[in-house]
């Protein structure tokens, strides 16, 4: 069932908390005339000098935060993927671009560090057998900050830590159901990992570094060699959609796939308490694509899976969940 934009504005914004019912009623009007006309500039959404006047009001009040905003979307989230058995917490990230806006003040380095502007982190919760966005789980604004010179040895920057953040604060995967969170190669750390097992969830990334784990042949590996050397497995033969890019137009790969047990132990150069953390049990999925086209670039995938991968079926449901 599809809303009207009032009905849409009024289930969103109707119960937020801003200290004042005045306020409420003016998130409400204003998220109605933006979810109208979504594609406009804020003086066109808001129709007339006193609407748009009333729109810059409430987004200077103190009161109104966009955490506040969210709160009852993401606690209306929560409750339906508490009583979902399988959700996807899909995560990714957003550059919010704001560098041709010079009187914008509090803005940080986007792309290849030239343009100015803001990240966003959200986390969508996903039916992964119909692919059913069920809401909006988490978002995270905040300014990357300028790489030092020379640069520090470990740091733990905002940006390091926004999928372990939004893990914690979507929270706990409840009794009866399997919560995956899902995300990209910039996830691959193991305070994530380490977070996930701890509130009960699943964890479903794209592997980045070439690190050091222990082998189910029980020998010391490095990550991505170790997942490269593994036969492809019989009856792991699967389709896969590859969208566009720049580079080439949407396609179908037609890829294998390996599996095997690891452990994955915290970086000995770590700081003291991660290195204390216990090494976390992970299934190792590489899906590769062994003959392409002649002139495209072949699709390789290297996943870490904490649900386990013992046949042909589990890794190819961990391949369509990562796609999504």
């Not at 996903?126 to 789980?137: A, F, Y």
């Not at 988490?138 to 999928?163: A, D, F, G």
């Not at 995967?173 to 910039?186: F, K």
């Not at 090494?279 to 390789?300: I, N, T, Y």
Request: hydrophobic residues 40%; negative net charge.
């Amino acid at each position: 069932m599809f809303l009207s934009a009032e009905e849409f504005a009024q289930e969103t914004w109707g119960r937020v908390e801003l200290g004042d019912q005045r306020l409420t009623a003016r998130a409400v009007r204003v998220g109605s005339c933006m979810a109208a006309r979504p594609d406009a500039s804020l003086a066109t959404q808001m129709q007339d000098p006193a609407g748009l006047e009333g729109a810059y009001r409430l987004m200077n009040n103190e009161y109104v935060s966009l955490s506040a905003l969210l709160a009852p979307s993401h606690a209306r989230t929560r409750e339906e993927a508490s009583q979902t058995p399988v959700v996807l917490w899909v995560n990714d990230q957003t550059e919010l671009d704001y560098t041709f806006q010079r009187a914008k003040h509090g803005m940080g380095p986007i792309g290849d560090g030239r343009g100015r502007g803001l990240m966003m982190h959200s986390t969508l919760a996903v039916r992964p057998e119909t692919r059913e966005v069920i809401g909006l789980g988490n978002v995270q604004v905040y300014v990357r900050q300028e790489t030092p010179l020379p640069q520090p040895k470990w740091t733990r920057s905002m940006e390091s830590r926004v999928w372990e953040v939004a893990a914690e604060e979507i929270g706990p995967a409840p009794a009866g159901v399997i919560w995956v969170e899902v995300s990209d190669a910039g996830s691959d750390r193991f305070l994530y990992l380490a977070k996930c097992q701890a509130l009960a969830k699943h964890f479903l990334i794209r592997v980045a570094f070439n690190r050091w784990v222990s082998s189910q042949e029980g020998e010391d590996q490095k990550l991505l060699d170790y997942a490269r050397s593994l036969p492809p497995q019989a009856g792991s033969e699967l389709t896969v959609e590859v969208a566009a890019s720049q580079k080439q137009p949407a396609r179908q790969a037609q890829v294998v796939m390996a599996w095997a047990r690891v452990w994955v132990p915290p970086s000995s150069q770590a700081p003291k308490d991660e290195r204390q953390e216990a090494p976390v049990q992970a299934w190792v999925l590489r899906a590769w694509e062994p003959h392409p086209q002649e002139g495209v670039e072949g699709l390789e995938w290297i996943l870490l899976s904490s649900l386990p991968i013992t046949s042909p079926a589990e890794a190819r449901l961990r391949v369509e969940w990562y796609t999504c």
